[in-house]
């Protein structure tokens, strides 16, 4: 009869989903995949990092974080904060600069773009003459100095970005007063290097990349000093007084000059390769930072010797007989130094080392011994290793909440216990309702916890579940033990390690009982471990046992990855998640599924072979269900014959690059027998054109079948205490879900508290559903005579939900990739259903039950479906109507992993990988909400007349 | 009247023979009866030569029901797909009210000794460019058989002619449903899937829809071949506007009814095993309105089959159904039960 109501135009229905339901893309978490320029401000404290794709984010104190994106899409290749302002100047690799600024709006700073502007040159000149290589902000905030590949620098009036013309510096008005004979006009190609007096805003240095340097009278305009650089110039820093300068250089020296108004002797100081005396790499970048007791840090990248450690990427800090080279797992892209910023102060007495490197940011304290790092309160690696899976866990107990932490304090006391330096701006964002755990595994066989309440993705433990088996890498291998006499001074910072020693210890899938403190992971290898929290180190057997998914069928033989060795005897374990149960699954495939009941002391896990139940109280194995279907050899070969067909298919796609290469390539060719080659083009582009015409992209059309590959492949297993024999008596039961569309229901019988040791738990398999369109069973669902879904086990028991309702019928739930479909219980037969795939042509991908609030009243809540499909859409559907309530696009479709990798919460929030280092997190509802919301304050500047500082920080990087 | 023999499963002989051994039986050596079988499926299905006969013995499970009908008042309609299982399809009775009256049936072959593989099916509501075309797969091996690409169509648009991307048939499989139907071709442009646009929809969306709704699939596609289409007299007589057949009171129903009385057929087919280990289709809760209608269909189908069946008069026995029904055994070596393939608890 649901057919002749007409789709949903309830007036009142309509107004309460407006209260219930909003599509908010909130935050980003993680790092920003391909950073490219990295920018600080000390007089707002606040950072900033431009990536590759043209986005530019902005962080200060915890909870500060500002994002925009520039239109284009371009890398963004500079970035200089406009002194004393909220304001900043992005350079972008098209040459074209953007003025972004912070402004405050409705109660909170946004980040907003001004103004773009690109230099142009006269007519006719090349584009070199204009394109951009360093960028000096005034510190009378009125002009921009641009120093140009052709020599020029051009002077911009901000915020207009008018190009100054008669204020230009060229070549030919530096070189009148530098005598003719160790220069010529050559030595003013490419500014490398701009830098504004310390103390005279009226002077500026210039670093021409051929090694001339120039002091600049701006009022005066002409040069006043010069300095002959025998080598390449890489860079310039000020020291605080004025007096001196560094410079640094291709060959990996660096050399510091003296400036005195008497004396215009160009020779250096002092000029050291502090990695010679063989040849070394070029210091790009350099610090001199001045202390009081006399010694200065001098902090600087790169210079290491080219032939043994060329291929490092490294910082060196050098103070007095102190001297280090952080030693970074990936390219170091930029970084600065956070210092007195007080102009008054005497000393820069700096605190801190930031260092952008391309796959994370080390910070590290300076003013302690031994320089430790200091732990990031953001801006977390998420893929130090690659993450496998994820799992979120709403409304965490304080005790466990507690526990959690303090387990991973104990994994954290090699960080340095500075407050984190970067404290610009105020949170004003609520605090988070509750707290919420945010868990992914990764490839390395670890599981990190992240504390993901609010805006701040923040680790607080890492598990790893290593130790318990026999691997080739010895655990104690530990990178940073260096002998004494180790040279360079290599210390190896940051967390990024991106090599797993063996991929079968990856990660696949968690479960975590929040009120028991039980944990379930399941591995590549088929591994299930069933941990339980210890708040104290300790040392014991893991209990091992094997599940074998095919019993003895004949036939049969694996051909993927051999099982994990397990490790004999006592293993010692730190404090925190203990392993005290493993199951290996027989064939080792992949674990695709997993449930935990904490309650009844089980775990259930399934592979593409079957699904088991084994029992962690009396470490039994209960049962174990093969699910295979008898013609699917595929399923039984392993991964390796897919990874055979993806490498047929990676050779055929790098020989097609290859051959479109070569015909562009042809097609350039010019001279005399261009007609010929224009010939032979034709002709390989009709041979190309009648190849595609022979195999377009075509689709094959057929009818889902019970002896189709995959179809014994578990997606889904689920608990429930419900009416599974008869309506008068409920009990346990285990359901699984297939890629074959069966679902499998299992009658267990747990024995009670009192005699759980002394009786086996039994199971009976009870029913068997097929559905008829054999589309993958992603989720099962129990609905109890209200109607609501029944809660997680020991939720009642916490108070934290009402009891189910027991009395009325209850109703299962399955969601197929295709179908939602609503059965009564204990006889099934159906009852309603919504068709997806049939009528719109889209699949599910994720399904997950939220609560959603009303942002009008605290009394109402309700519990919908939400939906993930192929397409990266999202929907909401209603419980238990099975009606669609509303649809966001919320992911490209095109982005496969992206969609693989989402996650719901319980609350109709979510996350999903935009990159393999970022989460994006985004919220379907109203009440729940977790957004940056802070404010940007202009600090007050105490006196009009003191001398700006020049905004040393926003050092130019090379390009 | 039931009868139930034993029967060679290796060695079933001839129809001819196995015809004589029915009217042996039955004792009626000199009526002329049609022979039916109900298949895997539930569909009632004709016996009249060899190869169905032996197609009918190999399905048997291992009990093979037989029907027989005299052939004088033989109900043709009988036979067919979801015979056995139909039921009431309430939206269809309220759309069509003339379904319950008994529309006389014009027998044009011998559809009795077939089942529908496919139809065109909405001729009278469709431009005469369009073709919708309905493939009925059985759970039987034969494949769907085609596949379909991306590419481009023109279309009439108030800007003029446009080029917009379309969905078209790319190739058949020889041996395939679709190639055996004849209705479908390469370079067919496929426009509408279950009654629902494909237009701005993805190739892969549409592979889906399509395959989702694989077991009742209705295509509307615009041939590439134009000559073969149908031409119908009320578009030449000039009253184009008008439908011909009086009782469709509009042509929108008309789609509704046909494309949603598919859906409601090959729906319910999911199955349950309890654990008896007996495989089962998922009934549908029904609500108590529509129990009464689905019961009012089984006695419909009851009166009819009982005027086409053998009158009991004729029998020896005494017997009020009027039908004939028989169970055949055959034995079956080495057949697998559900339940041994399963768990370590037996059931």
């Keep these: 009869m649901r057919r002749f109501l007409r789709p949903g135009h309830d007036p009142v229905r309509e107004r309460l989903k407006r209260d219930l339901f909003q599509f908010n ?115 009378s905030r009125e002009v921009l100095y641009l120093g140009t590949e052709s020599g ?85 820093y000020w020291q605080r007084d004025g007096s001196k300068f560094i410079s640094c250089h291709y060959d990996g020296s660096y050399s510091q000059w003296p400036v005195s108004s008497d004396n215009r002797q160009s020779e250096p100081l002092e000029n050291t390769v502090p990695y010679g005396p063989f040849p070394c790499k070029a210091i790009s970048k350099i610090y001199w930072q001045t202390t009081k007791n006399g010694l200065p840090y001098i902090i600087f990248q790169g210079g290491m010797p080219r032939a043994s450690y060329g291929d490092r990427h490294s910082i060196s800090v050098i103070h007095g007989s102190q001297q280090t080279a952080f030693d970074f797992t990936s390219r170091v892209i930029d970084f600065f130094i956070i210092f007195s910023s007080d102009p008054a102060a005497e000393f820069d007495d700096p605190s801190a080392l930031v260092v952008l490197a391309e796959e994370e940011l080390v910070v590290i304290d300076l003013k302690s011994a031994g320089w430790p790092a200091v732990h990031p309160p953001y801006l977390a690696s998420l893929h130090c290793s690659a993450i496998t899976c994820s799992h979120h866990v709403s409304n965490i107990p304080l005790k466990l909440w507690e526990r959690i932490i303090s387990a991973g304090s104990k994994q954290n006391i090699h960080y340095s216990s500075m407050p984190w330096p970067i404290d610009g701006g105020t949170n004003i964002a609520p605090d988070p309702p509750q707290r919420d755990l945010l868990l992914t595994g990764h490839e390395d066989g ?9 805006v701040c993705l923040h680790l607080l433990y890492k598990l790893s579940t290593v130790r318990v088996f026999l691997t080739d890498a010895d655990p104690n291998d530990n990178m940073n033990t260096l002998g004494e006499e180790e040279w360079p001074p290599l210390r190896k910072v940051g967390t990024f390690d991106p090599y797993s020693d063996d991929p079968r210890l990856g990660i696949q899938k968690i479960y975590l009982c929040k009120y028991s403190g039980y944990l379930a992971v399941a591995g590549t290898a088929g591994q299930v471990l ?175 079948s019970a002896e189709d590959s ?79 879904p029944l809660p997680e086990p020991l939720e009642v028991a916490h108070d934290l939900s009402k009891s189910p309702d027991m009395q009325g019928s209850h109703q299962l739930l399955v969601v197929s990739e295709e179908q939602f479909k609503v059965f009564t219980l204990p006889k099934v037969s159906s009852k309603l259903k919504l068709k997806l795939t049939a009528l719109e042509g889209c699949r599910v991908r994720k399904v997950t039950v939220a609560n959603f609030g009303s942002c009008k009243t605290d009394d109402y809540s309700e519990n919908d479906l939400a939906v993930l499909t192929n397409l990266g859409d999202i929907q909401i559907i209603s419980l238990p109507f099975l009606k669609l309530q509303i649809r966001y696009p919320c992911i490209r479709k095109e982005d496969v992993s992206g969609i693989a990798s989402c996650v719901f919460t319980k609350y109709g929030q979510g996350f999903y990988l935009i990159s393999p280092s970022e989460f994006e997190r985004f919220s379907l509802s109203t009440k729940w909400l977790v957004e940056p919301r802070c404010i940007v304050d202009m600090p007050e500047v105490t006196s009009n007349n003191h001398v700006h500082k020049s905004d040393t920080e926003n050092a130019a990087r090379k390009s | 009247e039931f009868r139930r023999f034993s029967l060679e499963r290796s060695k079933p002989g001839k129809f001819e023979e196995f015809y004589g051994l029915l009217q042996h039986v039955h004792k009626i050596p000199n009526v002329d009866v049609l022979v039916g079988y109900t298949d895997i499926h539930g569909d009632l299905l004709p016996i009249n030569n060899d190869d169905n006969y032996h197609k009918a013995v190999s399905t048997a499970n291992p009990l093979l029901r037989i029907f027989i009908q005299r052939k004088e008042d033989a109900d043709y309609s009988a036979f067919g797909t979801d015979t056995m299982t139909r039921k009431k399809n309430v939206l269809s009775n309220v759309l069509r009210p003339d379904n319950h009256k008994k529309k006389p049936h014009i027998v044009i072959s011998m559809p009795q000794d077939f089942r529908p593989v496919s139809s065109i099916i909405d001729v009278d509501i469709l431009p005469e460019t369009h073709r919708r075309v309905r493939l009925y797969k059985y759970g039987t091996d034969k494949p769907l058989g085609f596949y379909i690409r991306d590419g481009s169509s023109v279309r009439v648009t108030p800007h003029g002619l446009e080029k917009v991307p379309g969905i078209f048939i790319s190739r058949l499989v020889p041996g395939g449903l679709a190639q055996s139907t004849g209705l479908l071709a390469v370079n067919d442009e496929v426009l509408e899937v279950n009654g629902i646009e494909v237009s701005g929809k993805s190739l892969d969306q549409v592979t889906d829809m399509m395959i989702a709704n694989s077991r009742n699939l209705i295509i509307t596609v615009r041939p590439a071949n134009q000559r073969n289409n149908v031409v119908r007299n009320s578009r030449t007589s000039g009253s184009s506007g008008q439908s011909t057949e009086s009782s469709l009171p509009s042509s929108t129903p008309n789609i509704l009814g046909s494309l949603l009385q598919g859906e409601e057929e090959s729906d319910e087919e999911d199955i349950i095993i309890e654990d008896s280990g007996e495989p089962q289709q998922i009934p549908k809760a029904a609500p108590a309105s529509e129990s009464i209608e689905s019961l009012s269909q089984i006695e419909l189908l009851h009166e009819s089959s009982q005027n086409g069946f053998l009158p009991s008069s004729e029998m020896n026995l005494n017997h009020s159904a009027g039908s004939i029904s028989m169970e055949y055994e055959v034995p079956e070596p080495g057949r697998k039960s559900l339940e041994e393939d399963g768990t370590i608890i037996t059931l």
């Excluded at chain 1, 005897?569 to 009941?597: K, Y």
């Design chain 1, 710 to 788: 995959f179809t014994g492949f578990v997606r889904t297993l689920y608990f429930a205490d419900t009416f599974l024999r008869d309506s008068s008596r409920h009990c346990p039961s285990l359901w699984a879900g297939t890629n074959g569309g069966t679902v499998y229901a299992f009658c267990l019988r747990v024995p009670p508290a009192e005699r759980r040791m002394d009786e086996p738990v039994r199971a009976e398999q009870a029913k068997e559903i097929q559905l008829m369109h054999r589309a993958p069973v992603v989720g099962i669902l129990v609905l109890d005579g209200r109607s609501t």
């Design chain 1, 446 to 454: 670890t599981v990190r916890f992240w504390d993901a309440s609010g």
């Design chain 1, 25 to 139: 893309k909130t935050v980003e978490h993680g790092f920003p995949h391909q950073p490219s320029a990295l920018g600080y401000s000390p007089f707002l404290r606040l950072m900033a990092i431009g990536t590759r794709s043209g986005a530019i984010k902005l962080y200060g104190a915890p909870g500060v974080e500002f994002m925009g994106l520039h239109e284009e899409n371009n890398t963004v290749m500079q970035i200089h904060f406009i002194p004393d302002q909220c304001q900043l100047v992005t350079l972008l690799d098209d040459n074209s600069l953007h003025l972004w600024s912070l402004k405050q709006h409705g109660g909170a700073s946004e980040l907003r773009e001004e103004h773009r502007f690109t230099l142009k040159g006269p007519p006719g000149s090349p584009p070199s003459a204009t394109q951009v290589t360093a960028v000096l902000p005034h510190s």
């Design chain 1, 152 to 236: 020029n620098i051009f002077v911009v009036e901000l915020p207009s970005f008018r190009v100054l013309e008669d204020r230009t510096i060229t070549p030919e008005a530096v070189l009148q007063r530098i005598p003719e004979d160790n220069c010529n006009r050559r030595s003013c190609e490419l500014v490398e290097a701009l830098r504004e007096h310390p103390k005279n805003p009226d002077q500026i240095l210039i670093g021409y990349s051929r090694g001339l340097i120039v002091l600049w009278d701006l009022q005066n305009n002409k040069a006043t000093h010069h300095f002959l650089g025998s080598q390449q110039l890489e860079n310039l």
């Design chain 1, 530 to 704: 069933v941990m339980e929290l210890n708040d104290e180190d300790a040392e014991h057997v893991v209990d091992h046992a094997e599940a074998d998914l095919l019993q003895d069928q004949e036939g049969y033989r694996w051909k993927g990855h051999e099982k994990l060795k397990t490790r004999d005897g006592p293993v010692r374990f730190e404090a925190g998640f203990q392993p005290f149960v493993l199951v290996q699954c027989q064939p080792p495939a992949v674990v695709t599924s997993l449930a935990l009941h904490s309650e009844w002391k089980l775990v259930a896990f399934g592979t593409s072979h079957g699904f088991g139940l084994f029992d962690h109280q009396q470490k039994r194995l209960v049962f174990v269900k093969c699910t295979l279907h008898p013609s699917d050899q595929l399923a039984l070969e392993g991964p390796l014959s897919r990874v055979k067909s993806l490498k047929k298919s990676l050779r055929q796609s790098f020989r097609r690059i290859r051959r479109s290469r070569v015909s562009s390539r042809k097609r350039r060719g010019a001279g005399g027998n261009a007609s010929e080659v224009q010939e032979a083009n034709a002709k390989f582009d009709q041979d190309v054109l009648q190849e595609m015409e022979l195999a377009p992209v075509q689709r094959k059309i057929e009818a889902r």
